[in-house]
């Protein structure tokens, strides 16, 4: 088992497939402007098929393909059908913002694709446009329930929540999950990239999170699946819904994080929160073997040490102040969720 520097084995890889996205959502993506990749530096879809047999020769179980907006790539659906029938792999799924869905649902699940999130953080149509700034909820609404036709389960509902822009909703969306039968994840607001205009302020913490749910749907905590997924995941006492908490702001699990990601234009990740990466690009098109690529993979994660979050909470806590703008990192519609 390949192991970093903390005793993390590999064992979940996230592919952006584009940097690009329809939406600016205010936590993620708030330029007006910005430099896309060119087409030439985005991974081919053979490449990124190529990488991911290698990672899970390594150990990855889990694949989940991310953006930017990963419907916006085109034919996405030949690179479902490539990676969801690759040896060894337990689970493929998809994040996406919706838009589009409706439309493509049935080509992904055809493909292979079985499981989907989906960014839902209002159920009101002007708050939802505030939010993603360009978005229609009704389309995003209309992708779930389509998705759910065509038997994608489970789908699950991820909600960042802010102070002040959408912390009213919460029982409004855990009551949406419930009577339509997705799951839901809340999301604290993290400090991903540099844009976002981060401060600890702005953090509706876990607990206060599950304080409100607890008012009106009394929970059992059920844990983290697998003792290493993002989420501490919840119930309903009455064995109805799956409710879950991300909290990396509050609650940081980087002790357990088993997590690679690869950027659209092929650079390895080791962290959400990194400043830089690994270009593998340059050896895939440098005409570097499988071992060669093996070991480059092998040596980045074995001198992996990321813990941000962890150094994040001890410097809240130290009373010291902490400025995310001090903090350099690759911005979300680069990097992926």
Same mark, same amino acid.
């Given at each position: 088992?390949?192991?970093?520097?903390?005793?993390?084995?590999?064992?979940?890889?996230?592919?952006?497939?584009?940097?690009?996205?329809?939406?600016?959502?205010?936590?993620?993506?708030?330029?007006?402007?910005?430099?896309? =990749? $060119?087409?030439?530096?985005?991974?081919? !879809?053979?490449? +990124? &098929?190529?990488?991911?047999? /290698?990672?899970?020769? *390594?150990?990855?179980?889990?694949?989940?393909?991310?953006?930017?907006?990963?419907?916006?790539?085109?034919?996405?659906?030949?690179?479902?059908?490539?990676?969801?029938?690759?040896?060894?792999?337990?689970?493929?799924?998809?994040?996406?913002?919706?838009?589009?869905?409706?439309?493509?649902?049935?080509?992904?699940?055809?493909?292979?694709?079985?499981?989907?999130?989906?960014? =839902? $953080?209002?159920?009101?149509?002007?708050? !939802?446009?505030? +939010? &993603?700034?360009?978005?229609? /909820?009704?389309?995003? *609404?209309?992708?779930?329930?389509?998705?759910?036709?065509?038997?994608?389960?489970?789908?699950?509902?991820?909600?960042?929540?802010?102070?002040?822009?959408?912390?009213?909703?919460?029982?409004?969306?855990?009551?949406?999950?419930?009577?339509?039968?997705?799951?839901?994840?809340?999301?604290?607001?993290?400090?991903?990239?540099?844009?976002?205009?981060?401060?600890?302020?702005?953090?509706?913490?876990?607990?206060?999170?599950?304080?409100?749910?607890? &008012?009106?749907?009394?929970?059992?905590?059920?844990?983290?699946?697998?003792?290493?997924?993002?989420?501490?995941?919840?119930?309903?006492?009455?064995?109805?819904?799956?409710?879950?908490?991300?909290?990396?702001?509050?609650?940081?699990?980087?002790?357990?994080?088993?997590?690679?990601?690869?950027?659209?234009?092929?650079?390895?990740?080791?962290?959400?929160?990194?400043?830089?990466?690994?270009?593998?690009?340059?050896?895939?098109?440098?005409?570097?073997?499988?071992?060669?690529?093996?070991?480059?993979?092998?040596?980045?994660?074995?001198?992996?040490?990321?813990?941000?979050?962890?150094?994040?909470?001890?410097?809240?806590?130290?009373?010291?102040?902490?400025?995310?703008?001090?903090?350099?990192?690759?911005?979300?519609?680069?990097?992926?969720?």
């Amino acid at each position: 088992m390949l192991l970093d520097t903390l005793q993390r084995p590999v064992k979940d890889l996230r592919i952006s497939v584009t940097d690009r996205c329809n939406f600016r959502c205010t936590y993620c993506m708030p330029l007006d402007n910005y430099d896309w =990749l $060119d087409k030439s530096e985005v991974l081919t !879809f053979e490449e +990124i &098929t190529r990488l991911a047999r /290698l990672f899970i020769q *390594l150990g990855v179980e889990k694949i989940r393909l991310t953006g930017g907006e990963p419907l916006a790539r085109r034919d996405l659906e030949q690179l479902v059908k490539s990676l969801s029938g690759l040896d060894g792999l337990r689970d493929l799924c998809l994040t996406t913002n919706g838009s589009t869905l409706a439309e493509k649902a049935q080509a992904l699940k055809a493909a292979g694709l079985r499981r989907l999130n989906v960014s =839902l $953080d209002s159920l009101k149509p002007d708050r !939802f446009r505030r +939010i &993603t700034k360009r978005g229609d /909820l009704q389309k995003v *609404l209309h992708g779930l329930f389509v998705a759910k036709e065509h038997g994608f389960s489970p789908i699950k509902l991820n909600a960042v929540i802010e102070r002040g822009v959408n912390d009213d909703e919460i029982i409004d969306l855990v009551t949406f999950s419930l009577e339509h039968g997705f799951a839901i994840r809340f999301i604290e607001f993290m400090d991903v990239g540099n844009a976002n205009h981060w401060q600890s302020d702005t953090i509706v913490p876990k607990q206060e999170i599950l304080d409100i749910i607890n &008012t009106r749907f009394p929970l059992r905590e059920v844990g983290r699946k697998g003792g290493s997924a993002p989420s501490v995941d919840y119930q309903c006492v009455d064995g109805s819904g799956d409710i879950g908490v991300i909290a990396s702001v509050t609650e940081p699990f980087c002790s357990s994080c088993t997590r690679a990601r690869l950027t659209a234009d092929g650079r390895l990740v080791t962290c959400l929160f990194a400043n830089t990466g690994h270009n593998l690009k340059v050896l895939l098109r440098g005409g570097a073997s499988d071992d060669r690529l093996l070991d480059v993979l092998q040596q980045v994660w074995l001198q992996r040490t990321d813990r941000y979050s962890e150094e994040r909470l001890a410097a809240l806590r130290s009373g010291a102040g902490y400025d995310p703008k001090e903090h350099k990192k690759i911005e979300m519609i680069s990097l992926g969720g």
